[in-house]
């Protein structure tokens, strides 16, 4: 079987996931001073930052490429 999207990294992942996994490796504290976004720095849960990052595209577009930055 052959991969449908072999140039996309993401493909697979969904932003729970990733904001899950960004969580566990460098906790909120340092995810709000990566993306300095008020779901990570106020009072974070995974539930409000995925809905503010589900219809805020620059803000999703940053956590994916931490995401990607973290995986190398």
Not at 1 to 25: F, K, S, Y
Not at 46 to 53: D, N, Y
């Amino acid at each position: 079987m052959t991969d449908a999207h072999p140039n996309n990294p993401l493909h697979g992942i969904t932003l729970e996931m990733m904001l899950e996994q960004l969580v566990a490796r460098y906790g909120w504290p340092a995810l709000g001073d990566f993306i300095p976004i008020r779901c990570f720095t106020h009072d974070p849960s995974i539930k409000s930052s995925l809905k503010f990052l589900r219809k805020t595209p620059w803000a999703r577009a940053k956590v994916e490429a931490l995401f990607l930055r973290s995986r190398t």
